[in-house]
């Protein structure tokens, strides 16, 4: 994904940083917005891998800070409930004149809570997920049940939340026990998908029963077993991005664009790497791939390697060669299994080789055709897989232009 700094302001003027996160072909069919948990930021793990699962179906998300957090402008201390529903307003508001309405509301722990509060008032967002949240907002303050009488006595008290020292004051308690959810929720009006895990010490799992309870249909639940309150595992994080991402598409109705709208002259493949390493989203022709490299070599493993999709491309290339002709023929071929490995072997070692000086490219391409077949129909077969167009194009003198943009 591709993801581009961005700012707006709070109703009281304060400026609030975002990242606008984008699918790497940079046309996004629809926007959704994650709002992070209490007192965590835009830019924790967890939201970046589901920002990344949604991107990749051509969904962009905007995350962004609540006032007082993160990179944002304001004073976490004047900060409540009430304010975090109002930035999350504000964020809907900055899609829309900028970009487009907001479809799809995300919200981690507290963020959940508040998306729920505020998606009634949106009335683009098709959607509300939340992951972990509490069922009322009330709940946050078990993070200080220790300094509360001293903010009863006090007005306000240093409370330290995560390894952070915050100052909190008595309009945050008063704001938090003022809210009850149960008619928000109710009233939704939209889908809604309600994650958590089961060993979630920080909100524990029977508040998703009651978020669950208080919603109208459609509704669903996930368990995201042992993820833990924050998902801290990289799989547990992709899980549930995956999951909301496939739950979204129905939602919204996304789409990659269609073949017929993109002719030979457009921009069909597009490759996009950040800061990760070796992990590469790719578009192509509107269907999202990734690749990165092995473990071994300095990569995370999560997609097949270049040379792994330069083979599955010559793969697929074959088996569609020989269905059309054998369909073409009426031969009766059932099934085309194709396997290829890719080695560099030393010139020398290779009798068909040309060049003996240097290293080569050695494809092995090994065929299993399935069906009632002659063995004149077979090596036809054979003879055929040698014209697909891939496979040509590895054969032919290949000139590629490169500039910047």
Known sequence: MRSKKVFFNNRAG?????????????????????????????NIKAIHYISRALTQRHIAVLRFDFTGLGESGGDFSESNFTSNVEDLLCAARYLETHHQPAGILIGHSLGGTAALAAASQLPSVKGVT????????????????????????HGEADVEIGGQRYRMKQQFLDDVQGVTMR????????ALLVLHASNDETVTMDNAGKIFEAARHPKSFVSLDNGGHLLSRQQDACYAGGV????????LAVEGAPAEEISSDDEV??????????YTEIDAHGYALVADEPLAMGGAALGPTPYDLLMASLGACTAMT???????????????DVRLRHHKIHGKDCAECHDKTHKVDLIEREIELVGDLSDEQRQRLLEIADKCPV????YAEVKVNTRLI
């Open 391 to 394: 496979h040509r194009t590895l």
């Open 269 to 278: 493949v597009t490759a996009g790497i950040g800061r990760e390493h070796y």
């Open 183 to 190: 008619d928000a929720i109710k009233q939704l009006g939209c």
């Open 244 to 251: 909301i991402a496939s739950w979204a598409e129905k939602y």
């Open 14 to 42: 304060d400026r609030l940083a975002a990242l606008l996160d984008m699918p790497v072909d940079n046309r996004p069919s629809s926007y959704a917005i994650i709002a992070h948990c209490f007192t965590c930021t835009k």
């Open 322 to 336: 020989l269905r059309v002709y054998a369909d073409k023929k009426q031969w009766p071929l059932d099934e085309v």
């Open 130 to 153: 939340t992951i972990g949240s509490p069922y009322e907002p009330h709940h946050v303050l078990h993070h200080f049940k220790k300094e509360q009488a001293e903010i009863e006595a």
